[in-house]
Nanobody
Framework: VQLQASGGGLVQPGGSLRLSCTAS????????MGWYRQAPGKQRELVAR???????NYADSVKGRFTISRGNAKNTVYLQMNSLKPEDTAAYCC?????????WGQGTQVTVSS
């Protein structure tokens, strides 16, 4: 499974961004998909995850502001980020679980700054 993410950028506090990630390869075997982030000097953390059945879970720090969803073809995952804060600044990468293995895409940088 290969994952290609896009949609990062520079945004002012309170602004919005939408990240997209498309999987290719053995996409029929993908179950969960998610977004993680890593800020400089910090460990990677889960932002949001969505199962093949549509169940979602979020980090407490983004609940009510971020929404994860999957496309109709189930090989695309989106992260709608609203009310962005400077502490959301990080490299965001998407992940997919397929046949019991975790796959990772390259990061897309999100910078929240005035």
């Amino acid at each position: 499974v290969q994952l290609q993410a896009s949609g990062g950028g520079l945004v002012q506090p309170g602004g919005s961004l939408r990240l997209s990630c498309t999987a290719s390869g053995i996409i029929f075997s993908i179950t969960d998909m998610g977004w993680y982030r890593q800020a400089p000097g910090k460990q990677r953390e889960l932002v949001a995850r969505v199962s093949s059945g549509g169940s979602t879970n979020y980090a407490d720090s983004v609940k009510g502001r971020f929404t994860i969803s999957r496309g109709n073809a189930k090989n695309t995952v989106y992260l709608q980020m609203n009310s962005l804060k400077p502490e959301d600044t990080a490299a965001y990468c998407c992940s997919a679980v397929a046949i019991g293995s975790n796959y990772w895409g390259q990061g897309t940088q999100v910078t929240v700054s005035s």
